[in-house]
């Protein structure tokens, strides 16, 4: 039976489980090519060396395709947790001081980022001012894995549409959308007299909506509803409402250039209609953060004349 004694780990180790990780994540040598900006025979020199470090057969690579060892996944699945608390400690470090230096993980749900309600552009102003080393890490994400991802400590922070409260989040209550059923101009409610649009025509209709499991207002919504497709982000509910085939909820301010333009309508208003609120989320046992708090107090800095009353 091999032998196996890693003894200390130094930057040399730290690099190469970082290429070996990145070999996985990406499925191969070749593919990591272009992630790792690096030549395959460089990545093969790295993971054979580690390989020899560790005196284990980390992976095969060959005619049958890249697969790891069963040896190789235990490595794997231990290098992911080292370098996610190497840089969790390197972040919670930089952070502690009244100058924050560290990187602050925001994810937004898809058309936060330009809504002119939430303001963000004056919240990275006002952040900046008081965090001018901190490097700003934004993305736009699914509203289920950035919840997860905050519970995890992958991300400082998220902006989401309110839809259930979990127990191990903050919640801050940002402003409410009103939601309405939408259709497009092809499809055949878009012409129809308003009398002749109840609740009942509109349950016979495709409905697309964002495959969540809805709060208790939202499901009473859609009960009756002809649930035929799904689409999380608003951008591809929008294109599928355009083709004419689909009617879906929607928030006002989300419909409303479209709305402008001839190109959707609101449908029976008084019958479907629903409100959903913008929440900031943190974690509430979360190590101490001064960039993650500097963000927040931000936040409430440009929201503080804004609605305070959620609706949920």
């Known amino acids: 039976m091999p032998k196996f004694a890693l003894g200390q780990l ?10 070996f990780k990145a070999v996985v994540d990406c499925g191969g040598f070749s593919a990591a090519e272009t992630e790792l900006n690096i030549s395959r025979p460089t990545i093969s020199n790295h ?4 390989e020899g470090r560790l005196n284990i057969t980390l992976c095969k690579r060959g005619r049958a395709g890249f697969f790891l060892t069963p040896e190789g996944k235990v490595v794997f699945d231990q ?36 809504d002119p309600r939430f303001k963000l552009p004056e919240i990275f102003h006002q952040f900046y001012q008081q965090a001018p080393e901190v490097e700003l890490q934004v993305e736009v994400e699914h509203m289920k894995l950035m919840e997860k991802m905050v519970l995890n400590n992958e991300l400082d922070l998220a902006i989401i549409p309110y839809h ?59 009960a009756m509803m002809n649930l035929a497709a799904t689409s999380y982000h608003y951008e591809s ?10 009617i879906s909820f929607l928030p006002e301010e989300v419909a409303k250039p479209y709305v402008k333009k001839g190109q959707l309508k609101a449908i029976a208003q008084k019958a479907k209609h629903f409100r959903l609120g913008c929440a900031v989320i943190t974690k509430k046992s979360s190590q101490p953060n001064r960039a993650r708090d500097l963000f927040l107090e931000a936040i409430k800095t440009i929201h503080k004349e804004t609605e305070n009353s959620a609706p949920y």
């Open 47 to 50: 993971i054979a060396a580690l």
């Open 10 to 19: 130094g930057d040399i180790e730290i690099k190469q489980l970082k290429i």
């Open 79 to 114: 290098t992911a947790q080292l370098l996610t608390r190497l840089e969790q400690f390197r972040n919670t470090i930089n952070n502690l001081g009244d100058h924050p230096a560290g990187k602050l993980r925001i994810a937004l749900s898809d058309t936060f980022s330009t």
């Open 164 to 222: 259930r409260k979990l127990e191990g989040l903050n919640y801050i209550h940002l402003f409410t959308d009103d939601n309405y059923v939408y259709c497009g101009k092809a499809h055949p409610l878009f012409n129809a007299a308003k009398e002749e649009v109840n609740e009942q025509v509109i349950n016979e209709f495709k409905l697309v909506h964002a495959g969540l499991k809805p709060h208790e207002e939202i499901y009473h919504q859609l």
């Open 237 to 246: 509910r929008v294109a599928m409402l355009l083709s004419g085939c689909f």
